[in-house]
């Protein structure tokens, strides 16, 4: 089964909105990335936020774990239009490092 | 900069045909993977390669199997493909930074079995 799950699987917002997308894994983890994905693309790497960091900032993206709730979530604030992707969450699984497994995603709608 | 680059970008398959999808990347990454993406499902790891001449399963293994020829190219093959195979893979390769893979993906190849 799936490590990783997100939700909402769908998100539609107003360019100049701050949008939120969360993702809940199974196991133990030491990190956890987030990557996105533009339509009929491969995914590109955001941002990794590690096991003993609870928040971490990037440009516009805001990242939050909560190891005791399995649960991260990734902000997006001041969207624009070139925000519109589908956005995955990935985590190492079964113990190895190279071995990510990645969540359900959440596409993200950003209407000018 | 090419980065990671796969072979072919669309084929289409009849059931029960074969071929071998191909993956090179020129970033001197040591491990390489298969993934493949259908609709509602994400990314589903197929098999992964953490070094040259090595390979291991993923979460969907089944139906498929791989070659690291050397540690630029990552092959992934379908000895007699299914319609449940039909789906868009993708390759990608990593190298460890600070104790975690940051993976670069290639442009994908869709794939249709009829």
């Known amino acids: 089964s799936q490590q990783g799950e997100e939700d909402p699987q769908a998100l539609s917002i107003q360019e100049g909105e701050n949008a939120t997308m969360n993702c809940s894994y199974k196991t133990s983890i030491n990190n956890l990335q987030w990557y996105r994905q533009n339509s009929g693309r491969g995914l590109v790497h955001l941002i990794l936020?590690?096991?003993?960091?609870r928040e971490k900032h990037s440009g516009r993206l805001r990242v939050t774990l909560d190891t005791s709730k399995k649960s991260s979530s990734l902000l997006i604030t001041a969207s624009r239009a070139a925000d519109t992707a589908s956005y995955f969450c990935?985590?190492?699984?079964?113990?190895?490092?190279?071995?990510?497994?990645f969540g359900t995603g959440t596409l993200l709608a950003v209407q000018p | 900069n090419a980065g990671v680059t796969q072979t072919p970008k669309f084929q289409v398959l009849k059931t029960g045909q074969s071929m071998t999808l191909q993956c090179a990347q020129d970033m001197n990454h040591n491990s390489m993977y298969w993934y493949r993406q259908d609709p509602g499902m994400g990314l589903r790891l197929i098999y992964y390669?953490?070094?040259?001449?090595?390979?291991d399963k993923g979460e969907v293994p089944n139906g498929y199997n791989v070659s690291r020829l050397n540690k630029r190219e990552f092959s992934l093959r379908l000895e007699s493909a299914a319609p449940s195979q039909t789906s868009v893979y993708f390759c990608?390769?990593?190298?460890?930074?600070?104790?975690?893979?940051?993976?670069?993906f290639g442009s994908g190849t869709q794939l249709s079995v009829l």
């Open positions: 390669s953490a070094s040259e001449g090595t390979t």
């Open positions: 990935a985590t190492p699984y079964g113990g190895a490092t190279n071995k990510l497994i």
């Open positions: 990608a390769s990593s190298a460890q930074t600070g104790g975690f893979e940051k993976l670069f």
């Open positions: 936020i590690r096991s003993n960091e």
